[in-house]
């Protein structure tokens, strides 16, 4: 965890000494909270009832990623930053985790990390866990870590086949970011919430279609820098 300590310093004159104390910031607790959507409803695995941008029916039966590099600025500078990367499966649920004894701080924007950033994104570098090594990029392909792995079925004429959005690398890792005010309070456990719409990993500012653009991404430059363009507006900063 890293954050800006502020440390004031108080001198005390008086007619036999000089004494500094330390006067340190008041401490809180972040607890970020995440949940999926499909528009506006929270998602569904396994059902064909979601449809993209493209007009096509499409379901979820997996939703893998990582989250890192959440930090807070205020006026452009840096206040606070999360160094914790986590590793998402959308099947438990929300996914929550807490930063505790850190100083009260305000902030005016958030940015974020869908994936593993450059330093940690090779083999070995994340704990030995069961998740993380499913997680792999292949080594023919750069190594490293998958950043998102989204899978299901989508339904063309009448047939249903899968579809598999997978994306790694680091010049795929998606880098979001949002304006907005806020403050952390001291004495309480301070909330925000993260909510992640799957229907814009297809849509903005690209129309990914299963039937044009074909329903495997692994690999393919192209398709992956067109979703991890999509992936900056997936997440949104609830108030």
């Known amino acids: 965890m890293k954050y800006l300590l502020l440390i004031g310093v108080c001198t005390l004159f008086t007619l036999s000494a000089c004494r500094k104390e330390l006067v340190l910031p008041p401490v809180t607790t972040l607890r970020i909270d995440l949940q999926h959507k499909v528009g506006s409803a929270h998602l569904a695995f396994d059902s064909l009832m979601y449809e993209n941008k493209a007009g096509e029916s499409y379901s ?22 999360v160094d914790t990367i ?16 850190i100083p009260a701080f305000t902030y005016d924007s958030v940015s974020y990390f869908i994936g593993v950033p450059p330093p940690y994104n090779v083999h070995g570098k994340l704990a030995s866990t ?55 309070r001291q004495g309480v456990e301070n909330v925000i919430g993260l909510s992640m719409d799957i229907n814009k990993w297809l849509e903005v500012p690209y129309t990914y279609s299963f039937k044009s653009d074909g329903v495997y991404t692994m690999g393919d430059a192209i398709l992956m820098q067109r979703i991890s363009e999509n992936g900056r507006d997936v997440i949104k900063v609830l108030q």
Request: proline fraction near 1%; aromatic fraction near 16%; glycine fraction near 14%.
């Open 130 to 184: 069961y998740e993380n090594v499913a997680m792999e990029w292949p080594d023919m392909m750069g190594g490293g870590y998958h950043f998102l792995k989204l899978e299901g079925h989508w339904k063309d004429t009448g047939s249903i086949s899968g579809y598999a959005i997978h994306l790694g690398t680091n010049a795929c890792l998606v880098k979001g970011g949002h304006k907005i005010s806020g403050h952390t």
């Open 86 to 101: 986590a590793y998402i499966d959308a099947r438990t649920g929300g996914y929550s985790f807490r930063i505790a004894d």
């Open 60 to 81: 979820v039966t997996k939703l893998n990623y990582f989250l890192s590099g959440i930090c807070f600025y205020k006026n452009s500078q840096l206040v606070f930053t």
